[in-house]
């Protein structure tokens, strides 16, 4: 949870990115050659599509492979290595995993560090400055806005993502997952399970109500 190490003192160059490409954009849609919805898509592509999927199949394969799954407790950086998710912003990850005792949730509070190899993009909410300082403070009323009920005899751990270590949650495999193909068991991973702000998908005819 320290936070000594966040080079936060100096401009943040994740901001500086942020406002260079918020500059470019303006332009871009000013000139007439950028449509803003497109760019949406685009944007939510990254977030909750493509980005994701990597650290997906970590999850899975660590559902199923009880040796991947201790490699990814013990060194994630190195773990997620051997799948080839590697590089800017997953330097050094850190993974933790969700039990019937202890549900994890991630957070940067000082700006939107995240694993971008694994995770890709953060969502807007991520980088918002209600969610990072109510995540400290009050993680079970925030979980709690995610729809995300977490028992009383559940410790809830909140980790500080920085510019040097960041974290990624292994989620609890779902109920009636048993017979699934690792392939499978990865399309049940969402974004916000890595998060901790949400769970796997129900596998179909289990749990949920529909
Ligand atoms: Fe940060």
Redesign the pocket.
């Known amino acids: 949870m320290a936070h000594d190490d ?1 080079s936060h003192g100096a401009p943040d160059p ?1 901001e500086r990115l942020t406002s260079r490409v918020k500059a470019i954009e303006s332009l871009l849609v000013e000139k007439g050659l950028l449509d803003p919805a497109a760019m949406a898509k685009m944007i939510d592509m990254y977030e909750s599509r493509i980005g994701p999927r990597n650290g997906a199949k970590a999850v899975a394969r660590a559902w199923t492979d009880a040796d991947y799954r201790h490699r990814l407790l013990s060194d994630a950086t190195a773990a997620l290595a051997e799948l080839g998710f590697t590089g800017m912003q997953g330097e050094e990850v850190i993974v933790v995993e969700n039990t019937p005792d202890v549900h994890n949730l991630i957070v ?1 509070t ?4 995240y694993p971008w190899p694994t995770l890709g993009l953060p969502p807007n909410w991520y980088k918002s400055p209600a969610y990072r300082s109510r995540a400290v403070i009050d993680p079970r009323g925030v979980l709690r806005e995610f729809g995300v009920e977490v028992p009383d005899s559940t410790e809830v751990r909140v980790w500080d ?3 040097e270590l960041r974290y990624m949650v292994l989620p609890q495999r779902p109920n009636g997952a048993e017979g699934l193909s690792e392939a499978e068991l990865a399309e049940l991973v969402t974004r916000d399970s890595m998060i901790g702000v949400g769970f796997p998908a129900p596998v179909s005819g289990q749990g949920a109500s529909s």
């Open positions: 966040h994740h940067c000082l700006c939107s560090c993502s920085n510019s």
